[in-house]
């Protein structure tokens, strides 16, 4: 079966200028988390979405960070005004339920010049 | 907060060769998982240890999970270049996501 998908894959952008990530998680799947990887500090948790419920919103790093789920599916991570120590991957990571096994998608790599 | 110590942080040697990472933590976690990474895709569930003092077998991969569940190990036997990847150990899940440790570089050459 399908599993998560992102899109872009590769995304280069200037400073100040807004991107948006998207990520579809394995259908049936309840559970959503976007994840951010950067060489300083490996793997960290920055969202987390149960089916159609508000997100818990203060793993963002700043409030330019924001997310959304639709429908309890497909999920998108905007970073307003973007910075260069916003580069890094972000991961999306789906799972059947809160506590269960994290599938995660190939992530996007987004370089901010 | 939780954190997890990997190391070594880089580790390359000849293929046949074994080699052991460490995952270690102060906290005391419910469960442990050894995810591995390639350049351009997400981490990949290896294993995941539940109880403490466990021993799980994956062909030439053995994990251990500290009596006390604070700490684990991957042992690689006869490493093989098709081992290279990013080792990753993560706790925790649920609402709070995982929290992961930065990694082992491994480099098997032939």
């Known amino acids: 079966g399908a599993g998560v998908s992102q899109s872009p894959s590769n995304k280069v952008t200037e400073k100040g200028k807004d991107v948006e990530l998207r990520c579809d998680p394995i259908?049936?799947?309840?559970?959503l988390y976007w994840y951010r990887q950067s060489l300083g500090q490996g793997l960290e948790f920055l969202i987390y979405?149960?089916?159609?419920?508000?997100?818990?919103k203060s793993g963002l790093p700043s409030d330019r960070f924001s997310a959304e789920r639709t429908g309890g599916s497909v999920s998108t991570l905007t970073i307003q005004r973007t910075q260069q120590e916003d580069s890094a991957v972000y991961l999306c990571?789906?799972?059947?339920?809160?506590?269960?096994?994290?599938?995660f998608g190939p992530g996007t790599r987004l370089t901010v010049l | 907060t939780q954190l997890l110590e990997q190391s070594p942080q880089f580790l390359s040697i000849q293929e046949g060769e074994n080699l052991t990472v460490y995952c270690n933590s102060s906290?005391?976690?419910?469960?442990l998982q050894w995810y591995r990474q390639e350049p351009g895709e997400g981490p990949v569930l290896l294993v995941t240890?539940?109880?403490?003092?466990e021993v799980k077998k994956l062909k030439r991969l053995t994990f251990q999970f500290g009596d006390a569940r604070k700490d684990s190990s991957l042992h690689i036997t006869a490493a093989q270049p098709g081992d290279t990847g990013l080792y990753l150990c993560?706790?925790?899940?649920?609402?709070?996501?995982?929290?992961f440790g930065k990694g082992t570089h491994l480099i098997i050459q032939p």
């Open positions: 259908s049936g799947h309840t559970a």
């Open positions: 240890v539940v109880t403490g003092g």
């Open positions: 993560a706790g925790g899940g649920g609402a709070d996501g995982l929290t």
């Open positions: 990571a789906s799972s059947p339920g809160r506590r269960d096994t994290q599938y």
């Open positions: 906290s005391v976690f419910s469960s």
């Open positions: 979405f149960q089916g159609n419920s508000a997100p818990d």
